[in-house]
């Protein structure tokens, strides 16, 4: 546990992302807000999922094709989840990782 203070906190490379329900999100931001000063600043660098390229329907878009490796994220749309496939074939078999993450979007306005 921290016990001190800072004037800058920083989520890098999709930390908020592997905070898997929005009760653990919310959770860690409002640890990072407890360790801010006053004028403190809270920066986040995060990737968007781009879900207009997932077609209607469809719950899974490949990010990386080839022989080897193999990825694809597949989306829980509703529940602002997926989960990132990664396939790698070497020394004769296949090695699958499968990685849990939640996004947060705003619903598109009509």
């Keep these: 546990m921290v016990g001190a203070t800072f004037s800058l906190a920083y989520f890098v490379f999709d930390t908020s992302l592997n905070l898997t329900t929005q009760e653990k999100q919310v959770a860690g931001f409002a640890d990072v807000a407890r360790h801010l000063e006053p004028s403190g600043r809270f920066v986040i660098e995060v990737g968007v999922p781009d879900l207009r390229r997932l077609?209607?329907?469809e719950s899974a878009r490949p990010f990386h094709v080839s022989p080897t490796p193999l990825g694809f994220d597949?989306?829980?749309?509703?529940?602002?989840?997926?989960?990132?496939?990664?396939?790698?074939?070497?020394?004769?078999?296949?090695?699958?990782?499968?990685?849990?993450f939640r996004y947060v979007c705003r619903p598109s306005s009509t």
Excluded: N
């Design 74 to 100: 597949e989306y829980d749309v509703a529940g602002q989840g997926l989960v990132s496939h990664h396939q790698v074939f070497t020394d004769g078999r296949w090695r699958v990782t499968s990685i849990p």
């Design 55 to 57: 077609p209607p329907g």
